[in-house]
């Protein structure tokens, strides 16, 4: 249920159940979290790239499917979601949600849980959740508010309104939007670009992001200094200051 391609340093993770628009079952959630982390300790990877079959990214949870049913709701978000959602945050690698295309209820969640957001024009997301008089989940609450505020996130999760690209942009839900017949092709000179970048330092940058999301300001100043100590202890580090004074690009891929 989850393809794997790996090309140029880029691992490509393809959610394949293109008939349900890629709806979630157990075995598609725990497939893509073990995907994430066999990448996070590939050496060959230094960019990770979610997407999605056909014509959907991810439409949530398979409401006909019934793994999961045995537990309660929040044994199966602990079991699935919540595991899956804390391996993107924490993979050492930046992680890429390629938004194909709709993206709805734990789907949308996991659209904005990447560390770059790319979509395709005719991508779009919607928090279906309160049309079946759930809750967002999977890191929904805490993601939306951050990005839009509290009360665009209310009424987009009370609503369940569908955000197209041009307004995913202005609301600052992806980095970038790209026609669809380019869509693949642009997610993987994007993601290329980001391999060529210093993969220490990089996974430093997002282990402060995360800190810094939930931290004070003092707590920050902290972290930056301590973890400044291991990007500048880095071979990166003197390959980036040697690379200026020499006036050349620098090479952060040489190993
Ligand atoms: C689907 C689904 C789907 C099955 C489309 N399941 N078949 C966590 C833990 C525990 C419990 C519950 O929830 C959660 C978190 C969640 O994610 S809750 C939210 C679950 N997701 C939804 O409620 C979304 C339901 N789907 C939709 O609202 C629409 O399908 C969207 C807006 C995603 C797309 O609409 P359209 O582009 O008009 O496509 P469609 O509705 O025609 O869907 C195409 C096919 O995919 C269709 O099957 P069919 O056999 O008729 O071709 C749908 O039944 C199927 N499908 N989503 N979640």
């Given at each position: 249920?989850?393809?794997?391609?790996?090309?140029?340093?880029?691992?490509?993770?393809?959610?394949?159940?293109?008939?349900?628009?890629n709806?979630?079952?157990?075995?598609?959630?725990?497939?893509?979290?073990?995907?994430?982390?066999?990448?996070?300790?590939?050496?060959?990877?230094?960019?990770?790239?979610?997407?999605?079959?056909g014509?959907?990214?991810?439409?949530?949870?398979?409401?006909?499917?019934?793994?999961?049913?045995?537990?309660?709701?929040?044994?199966?978000?602990?079991?699935?979601?919540?595991?899956?959602?804390?391996?993107?945050?924490?993979?050492?690698?930046?992680?890429?949600t390629?938004?194909?295309?709709?993206?709805?209820?734990?789907?949308?969640?996991?659209?904005?849980?990447?560390?770059?957001?790319?979509w395709?024009?005719?991508?779009?997301?919607?928090?279906?959740?309160?049309?079946?008089?759930?809750?967002?989940?999977?890191?929904?609450?805490?993601?939306?508010?951050?990005?839009?505020?509290?009360?665009?996130?209310?009424?987009?999760?009370?609503?369940?309104?569908?955000?197209?690209?041009?307004?995913a942009?202005?609301?600052?839900?992806?980095?970038?939007a790209?026609?669809?017949?380019?869509?693949?092709?642009?997610?993987?000179?994007?993601?290329?670009?980001?391999?060529?970048?210093p993969?220490?330092?990089?996974?430093?940058?997002k282990?402060?992001?995360?800190?810094?999301?939930?931290?004070?300001?003092?707590?920050?100043?902290?972290?930056?200094?301590?973890?400044?100590?291991?990007?500048?202890?880095?071979?990166?580090?003197?390959?980036?200051?040697t690379?200026?004074?020499?006036?050349?690009?620098?090479?952060?891929?040489?190993?």
């Amino acid at each position: 249920v989850v393809l794997t391609d790996t090309r140029a340093g880029v691992r490509t993770l393809t959610l394949n159940r293109e008939s349900r628009l890629n709806a979630a079952n157990d075995a598609l959630l725990l497939g893509l979290t073990e995907a994430l982390q066999a990448a996070d300790a590939d050496p060959e990877v230094r960019v990770v790239v979610i997407t999605g079959a056909g014509r959907g990214f991810c439409a949530g949870q398979d409401l006909g499917d019934v793994s999961g049913r045995d537990m309660t709701f929040t044994e199966h978000l602990q079991h699935t979601y919540n595991p899956l959602v804390r391996t993107i945050r924490g993979l050492g690698k930046p992680v890429i949600t390629a938004v194909n295309g709709v993206a709805a209820g734990a789907g949308a969640s996991l659209a904005l849980a990447g560390d770059v957001r790319l979509w395709a024009r005719s991508a779009m997301l919607t928090q279906v959740f309160s049309n079946i008089a759930l809750v967002p989940d999977s890191g929904s609450t805490w993601f939306l508010p951050r990005l839009v505020g509290y009360h665009k996130a209310f009424e987009l999760m009370a609503l369940a309104d569908k955000v197209g690209a041009d307004d995913a942009l202005r609301l600052g839900l992806c980095e970038a939007a790209y026609p669809d017949e380019t869509f693949r092709e642009d997610v993987q000179a994007y993601a290329e670009r980001l391999a060529a970048r210093p993969a220490n330092a990089l996974r430093l940058t997002k282990q402060a992001l995360n800190a810094a999301m939930t931290s004070s300001l003092d707590e920050a100043l902290d972290k930056e200094a301590e973890l400044q100590q291991l990007a500048g202890d880095h071979w990166e580090h003197l390959e980036g200051v040697t690379a200026f004074k020499e006036k050349r690009a620098p090479d952060f891929m040489r190993r």
